[in-house]
């Protein structure tokens, strides 16, 4: 079955550390990967999405998204937390036929000051 | 700036009652969306539209139905609405020059429907 992984419910980091959010999918093929972020009583914005090429990807906000075909994942990063970074964050992958995302359960990301 | 507007942003409804969601997109694009998100389970494709008058069903279709009259609006219908259906609402649209997979989705505020 297709399927997207957010395996943490919630990442705490302090201001001014790095942090990672992680996904892994289930999807045969070559899936377009996508990383879209979620603020209180707000819709989705988008953050990035990888297509092809390069394995690093760099979006919005100072996020990047490192690319591992090997290991079918997808994890967000950014270098320096801030606390305006707390949200949640949904992972997303095309489907097989190419027609919709799968998306994952979300992770809720706390930056502390 | 891609704009998606939801006709509400809350709604009450009682149990049998004929729900109408409205979503409009102001970039001209192909490809429309709708999704339900509950805590612990993301968001789950309920049904889209690649074109005016086209619809396919998501994951989650039954008990909805869904109405594209034009380009830039995209109707949810919940013909007879059950407390089951109460989540948020999503609509998102994006445009169908590379198709679907790859083209990035934009998404209104959403609407959070009460069933009671």
């Known amino acids: 079955a297709q399927s997207v992984a957010q395996p943490e419910d919630q990442v705490n980091v302090a201001e001014g550390n790095p942090l990672t959010v992680k996904c892994t999918y289930s999807?045969?093929?070559?899936?377009?990967l996508f990383w879209y972020v979620q603020y209180p009583n707000r819709g989705l914005q988008f953050l990035l999405k990888y297509i092809t090429g390069d394995n690093l990807v760099k979006g919005s906000y100072g996020f990047e998204a490192e690319f591992n075909k090997s290991q079918t994942s997808f994890h967000l990063k950014k270098p320096s937390a801030l606390v305006s970074d707390s949200a949640l964050y949904f992972c997303a992958v095309t489907n097989q036929a190419g027609t919709a995302l799968i998306f994952g359960k979300g992770t809720t990301l706390s930056v502390s000051s | 700036d891609v704009k998606v507007t939801q006709s509400s942003r809350y709604l009450v409804k009682r149990t049998g009652e004929k729900v109408f969601l409205e979503c409009v997109q102001d970039m001209d694009h192909e490809n429309m969306f709708w999704y339900r998100q509950d805590p612990g389970l993301g968001l789950r494709l309920i049904y889209f539209?690649?074109?005016?008058?086209?619809?396919e069903k998501g994951d989650i279709p039954e008990g909805y139905s869904v109405s594209r009259e034009k380009k830039e609006r995209f109707s949810l219908i919940l013909e007879s609405a059950s407390t089951n259906q109460t989540s948020m609402y999503l609509c998102?649209?994006?445009?169908?020059?590379?198709?679907?997979?790859?083209?990035?989705?934009?998404f209104g505020p959403g609407t959070r429907l009460l069933v009671l």
């Open positions: 998102a649209s994006s445009s169908g020059l590379a198709g679907i997979s790859q083209e990035t989705q934009y």
């Open positions: 999807v045969s093929g070559n899936p377009y």
């Open positions: 539209s690649y074109d005016v008058k086209m619809k």
